[in-house]
C-alpha cells in the first residue's frame, strides 16, 4: 500500500505561481507512470499532466506553457510548478500513481486563484 500526500497548495493571485509537491512512501518512481489530476465544484476530475518513468511528460491543452511536471525518484517526489496561474486554475489538485497493477491517490491539496 503505497501513501501519497500533497503540499504546497494556497491562495495566490491571477499571474502569480505556485509550486505542489507529492511525496511517496515507497520508491517506486523509477518504473512507474504519475500524474496530477485536478476537480474543480461541480466539474470532472480531469488530468493535468503525467510524466513517466522516462521522464516523458503529457499535458493538457489548458496548462500547456504555463505548468511543469517533474519527477525526483531519490526523494521519491513529484512537483507540479505552476506559473501564470488563472482563475479557471483555481481546484482541488490530486497527486495519482499507476503501478500496473494498482492506482493511488493522495487526498488532494486546495488552490485558490483569485482575480
Known amino acids: 500500500q503505497v501513501q501519497l500526500v500533497e503540499s504546497g497548495g494556497g491562495l495566490v493571485q491571477a499571474g502569480g505561481s505556485l509550486g505542489l509537491s507529492c511525496a511517496a512512501s515507497?520508491?517506486?518512481?523509477?518504473?512507474?507512470?504519475m500524474g496530477w489530476y485536478r476537480e474543480a465544484p461541480g466539474k470532472q476530475r480531469e488530468l493535468v499532466a503525467t510524466?513517466?518513468?522516462?521522464?516523458?511528460?503529457n499535458y493538457a491543452d489548458s496548462v500547456k506553457g504555463r505548468f511543469t511536471i517533474s519527477r525526483d525518484n531519490a526523494k521519491k517526489t513529484m512537483y507540479l510548478q505552476m506559473n501564470s496561474l488563472k482563475p479557471e486554475d483555481t481546484a482541488v489538485y490530486y497527486c495519482?500513481?499507476?503501478?500496473?497493477?494498482?492506482?493511488?491517490w493522495g487526498q488532494g491539496t486546495q488552490v485558490t486563484v483569485t482575480v
Open positions: 495519482n500513481l499507476r503501478t500496473g497493477l494498482s492506482e493511488y
Open positions: 510524466i513517466t518513468s522516462d521522464f516523458g511528460r
Open positions: 515507497e520508491r517506486i518512481f523509477r518504473m512507474n507512470v
